[in-house]
Nanobody, 119 residues
Framework: QVQLVESGGGLVQAGGSLRLSCAASGRTFSNYALDWYRQAPGKEREFVAGITWSTGSTSYADSVKGRFTISRDNAKNTVYLQMNSLKPEDTAVYYC????????????WGQGTQVTVSS
């Protein structure tokens, strides 16, 4: 059973930065990918960024390219989302989710962390 715990959310002014963390436990993650999603009030959950644990290969939504960076620390089993140049439209609950590399069926989701960007 994969467990994911997010942290690092908060309130920040537009143009500021935050770093989210997703601590993973419960298994070996070499064959997994971890993705970040977000959901704003009244909107559907959307993909933000993802990373393949073994290779470090990354992908990003167009809306965050050049501003957000996803990375992982193998020793800590933790994935990070560095968010720079934040905009009010980045306000959402951010979730991390784990899936096997060859699948888009997510095995586990974190509880979410709130990010609020004020204008």
């Amino acid at each position: 059973q994969v467990q994911l715990v997010e942290s690092g959310g908060g309130l920040v002014q537009a143009g500021g930065s935050l770093r989210l963390s997703c601590a993973a436990s419960g298994r070996t993650f070499s064959n997994y990918a971890l993705d970040w999603y977000r959901q704003a009030p009244g909107k559907e959950r959307e993909f933000v960024a993802g990373i393949t644990w073994s290779t470090g290969s990354t992908s990003y939504a167009d809306s965050v390219k050049g501003r957000f960076t996803i990375s992982r620390d193998n020793a800590k089993n933790t994935v990070y989302l560095q968010m720079n140049s934040l905009k009010p439209e980045d306000t959402a609950v951010y979730y991390c989710a784990a899936r096997r590399r060859a699948s888009y069926d997510y095995e586990s989701w974190g509880q979410g962390t709130q990010v609020t960007v004020s204008s």
